[in-house]
């Protein structure tokens, strides 16, 4: 135990910050800031997000074509930004308008973009790009809210994760630091018993601090823990800390219950950036010195704090390649009272995002349904999709396609769909014109029909 702590000891104060460095990235530095700036009235991290707010602009009406000609054209002057409710002067940024500006929203002093590609939350794929600043400051926010747990980074932690592009691409490089930064990470895209066996096998052996991940697959996992017999509340968890998705009250209290340990939600995505972390307390405490969250209805008019709205995201440590009122199409409210811990970071609640459910093979193997988004997302000129499964033997796709679908697209889907799903499972393609939203279930583009 004492070798232990030492070895996170050693991760957390050495290995980590000197990776970091190597990368440029100043995450360390971010994070003891963060840990300063939580504790500040709500005035004074006010007076900094306004700085910061106007120093991004500033900087993206020189340097960011596509803003350079907005501000023109709107006779929009940054130095003028006095408030955050400025923002409101300028229009919002959605997935057609990064689509259509994709490069003409890189700074042209941009330093080290990363190519993203997200599903995004109402299946439609999305490239952008992220540069080193946003990296090392999203690092800190995550590793600040890992801390309000009591876990630290260097602590063993299981990852559960789906894509395979970043599992298949994790070279020796990344193998290498996940050994170092004892993070093991589990592919949760097959949900089969022996796979599930498997993790609770891995679990046990590894006896992480922490885990993280999607709670539908976790919720899985502690069924399936508790249908078999096997104990996993005595290896020693900390916390389970989950996003990606809609976290169920349900899915909350099972696996808390599995896990002996509390459930910490995570709100954000690869696209917005990591917006809301949870405290012990129970509030979602928006990362405050790095997003400006506002809530609008249906025609963009700004809600006051206590309704319900789309969440419209500005991240304010984007120079690189601007994220500013950002339409996520996730819906939430700005609390109008503070949270009991003390934290000055404002809270965001009922939050409606995504949610995502499990499919079924032919052979009643059980898959995350990223397994099939991310054969449409790998597919060029997909804009929009939704996939129903009817019953194992029959799924539906319904494509929204733009220009560069290829002319085997169907056939590509066919194909992929059918070698998770099963070789003779029925897949209709329809081509559609848009996806139509459901009523309380928005944002699900994977339905399943058939019972996991
Ligand atoms: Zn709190």
Redesign the pocket.
């Known amino acids: 135990m004492v070798f232990d702590r030492l070895q996170s000891l050693l991760i957390s104060s050495v290995v980590f910050p000197l990776q970091e460095r190597l990368k440029g990235h100043s995450t360390v530095a971010d994070r003891r800031g963060m840990e300063q700036s939580q504790w500040w009235p709500r005035d004074r991290l006010e007076a900094l997000r306004v700085e910061r707010l106007r120093a991004l602009l500033g900087h993206a009406a020189t340097h960011v074509p596509y803003y350079r000609d907005l501000f023109r054209s709107l006779g929009f002057d940054p130095r003028s930004v006095s408030a955050v409710t400025d923002l409101q002067q300028l229009p919002f940024l959605d997935k057609p308008l990064i689509r259509a500006n994709t490069d003409a929203l890189k700074a042209d002093d941009a330093r080290g973009l990363a190519r993203f590609n997200t599903g995004g939350s109402s299946g439609v794929p999305l490239i952008f790009y992220i540069g080193n600043e946003r990296v090392s400051r999203d690092v800190a926010a995550k590793w600040r809210a890992t801390r309000w747990w009591g876990v630290d980074i260097g602590d063993p932690e299981i990852v559960l994760w789906g894509s395979p592009i970043e599992l298949g691409a994790q070279d020796r490089v990344r193998r290498l630091r996940d050994g170092l930064m004892r993070t093991r990470l589990l592919p949760a895209f097959e949900m089969s018993d022996a796979r599930v066996d498997g993790f609770i096998r891995d679990m046990r052996a590894v006896r992480p601090r922490m885990l993280f991940g999607y709670p539908s697959a976790f919720a899985h996992i502690a069924t399936r823990a508790r249908h078999t017999g096997v104990r996993l509340d005595d290896i020693g968890v900390r916390t389970v800390f989950v996003t990606s998705e809609r976290l169920y009250d349900h899915q909350r209290t099972l696996i808390e219950a599995v896990f002996g340990a509390p459930v910490a939600n995570g709100y954000g995505g690869r696209d917005a950036g990591f917006i809301a972390h949870q405290?012990?307390?129970?509030?979602m405490?928006l990362t405050a010195e790095d997003i400006i969250v506002e809530i609008v209805d249906r025609d963009g008019r700004v809600l006051p704090d206590g309704q319900s709205g789309e969440i419209v995201v500005t991240h304010l440590a984007t120079r690189d390649y601007p994220f500013i009122r950002y339409r996520t199409g996730d819906i939430g409210t700005l609390a109008t009272a503070a949270?009991?811990?003390?934290?000055g970071?404002p809270?965001l609640q009922d939050i409606q995002g995504r949610s995502t459910d499990f499919i079924v093979a032919q052979d009643g193997t059980v898959m995350h349904g990223l397994a099939l988004i991310y054969i449409l997302r790998d597919l060029p000129g997909v804009e929009a999709f939704r996939i129903e499964q009817l019953t194992t033997d029959h799924t539906k796709v319904a494509v929204v396609c733009g220009p560069a679908y290829p002319a085997d697209g169907d056939e590509r889907v066919r194909q992929g769909f059918r070698a998770r799903l099963g070789r003779t499972v029925d897949i209709t393609v329809d081509h559609v014109d848009t996806i139509p939203a459901e009523g309380s279930g928005k944002f699900r583009y994977v339905v399943s029909r058939v019972a996991a």
Not at 279 to 283: F, L, T
């Open positions: 405290c012990p307390q129970g509030s405490h949270c009991s811990c003390g934290r970071l809270v």
